[in-house]
């Protein structure tokens, strides 16, 4: 059972250059999250997914996409990066709305030079 | 405007000795909480949930005590290991319809030394 899967582990782009991180679950979870963490500042929410094909906003959303178009797939698209999204991403699902733990992924870290 | 705050960036605890991380809230719905530990290079991982209808929960070494009228939460371990050094997040959601996400402190890293 792999739960959370996160690639890639490790990317260095240019600045305005674009890339998709990937998430899978086999955990056959609706919810859905995209967290970025920097340092000092916890995690905070950049988008979300509540089931397939709905997707909202989170605290930070600007400067990234995500779609749903599977239960299991979340990925997260970065257009034109930028250095201020340099950053740890990490890819949560869980199985209840609004209690229950969120399972996290390994995390992917994004250099932006 | 941080709704959790965890005020203490660090912690450093003998082997042992008993550790106390604190949370604090100020977004009245919130009625669920969690602990999540996270090492260096990996992903947070849970470690115990309490919801408002309690005070207190406990799981092996590890207790999270809520007061919610001061909005205040604790989690301690009882005994500090060395492999407890990590940093410790505490997270927040309500139960309410549309609230669908959990809300998380800065941290507090833990450093438990033989």
């Known amino acids: 059972n792999a739960g959370v899967t996160q690639t890639p582990k490790f990317r260095i782009l240019k600045i305005g250059q674009s890339m998709t991180l990937q998430c899978t679950q086999d955990m056959n979870h609706n919810y859905m999250y995209w967290y970025r963490q920097d340092p000092g500042m916890g995690l905070k929410l950049i988008y979300y997914?509540?089931?397939?094909?709905?997707?909202d906003k989170g605290e930070v959303p600007n400067g990234y996409n995500v779609s749903r178009s599977t239960t299991e797939d979340f990925p997260l698209r970065l257009e034109l990066a930028a250095p201020s999204q340099t950053s740890v991403y990490f890819c949560a699902s869980r199985w209840l709305m609004n209690t229950g733990e969120l399972f996290f992924g390994e995390g992917s870290r994004l250099t932006v030079l | 405007d941080q709704q959790v705050k965890q005020n203490s960036p660090s912690l450093s605890v003998q082997e042992g000795r008993i550790s106390i991380l604190n949370c604090d809230y100020t977004n009245s719905m919130f009625d669920y909480f969690l602990w999540y530990k996270k090492y260096p290079a990996e992903g947070p991982t849970f470690l115990i949930s309490i919801s408002s209808i309690k005070d207190k929960n406990e799981d092996g070494r590890f207790t999270v005590f809520l007061n919610k009228s001061a909005k205040h939460l604790s989690l301690h371990i009882v005994p500090s290991q060395p492999g407890d050094s990590a940093v410790y997040f505490c997270a927040a959601s309500a139960t309410e319809p549309g609230y669908s996400t959990l809300t998380f402190g800065k941290g507090t890293m833990l450093l438990v030394s033989p």
């Open positions: 997914s509540v089931g397939a094909g709905i997707t």
